[in-house]
């Protein structure tokens, strides 16, 4: 089955402390992008990559860094998260053209 | 830019009633145009698309009509369920810096009651 997961799906940590989502998909696409969604403004792509090794900022990438290594996986990290990073995380897959689109059934962070 | 505006929600509404969500768009040339579903607690789905205009998408009995006069593809559904309460997002395909991105619209909460 075609999919993309992440983990954790929940997560409440406190200002400054690292954390990373993972984001894995099965799909071999090569395109991969992460997305926030906050009420009342939709999903703002954070960051996206091409390929293995080819990331490229978004919309919202301050405070947020990501990593390709290897096609499947597409990790965010948020090296010094802070309040205003409490949000609903979204990791998509997309086929060539964006014909097909795979989101990943959501990361709920909360920072204190 | 480009961008997508949604008609704000929620939208509530009887089982069985007609739904209509509006969405406009500004984008330079013939951008595609997509509705995503977001049922509670999951991700995204592709619900229906339309890749050129007076394009069709349809899919689990809603429809939507690439008007490229009206620069709309507004959501329709004749008959909405309990089933269909979700947040639906209007989004199109932007080129830019050569790859494709999503631009998605603010949501629209659908509630349907029996």
């Known amino acids: 089955e075609a999919q993309v997961t992440q983990n954790p799906r929940y997560l409440i940590t406190v200002t400054g402390k690292k954390l990373t989502v993972t984001c894995s998909q099965n799909?071999?696409?090569?395109?991969m992008s992460w997305y926030r969604q906050d009420p009342g403004l939709g999903l703002r792509q954070i960051y996206y990559s091409m390929n293995v090794e080819v990331t490229d900022k978004g919309d919202v990438p301050e405070g947020y860094k990501v990593s390709r290594k290897e096609k499947r996986n597409f990790p965010l990290i948020l090296e010094s998260p802070s309040p205003n990073q409490t949000s609903l995380y979204f990791c998509a897959s997309l086929s060539p053209g964006l014909s097909e689109q795979y989101f990943g059934p959501g990361t709920r962070l909360t920072v204190t | 830019g480009n961008s997508v505006t949604q008609m704000e929600g929620p939208v509530t509404l009887s089982e069985e009633a007609f739904l209509t969500i509006n969405c406009t768009y500004t984008?330079?040339?013939?951008?595609?145009l997509f509705w995503y579903v977001q049922y509670p607690g999951e991700g995204l789905q592709l619900l229906l698309k339309a890749t050129k205009a007076d394009d069709k998408g349809s899919n689990k009995g809603f429809e939507a009509t690439y008007r490229k006069e009206t620069t709309s593809f507004h959501l329709e559904k004749g008959s909405v369920q309990v089933s269909d309460s979700a947040v639906y997002f209007c989004?199109?395909?932007?080129?830019?810096?050569?790859?494709?991105?999503?631009?998605f619209g603010a949501g629209t909460r659908l509630a349907v009651h029996p």
């Open positions: 989004a199109l395909i932007q080129f830019s810096g050569g790859y494709n991105k999503l631009i």
């Open positions: 984008a330079t040339g013939y951008p595609s």
């Open positions: 799909m071999n696409h090569e395109y």
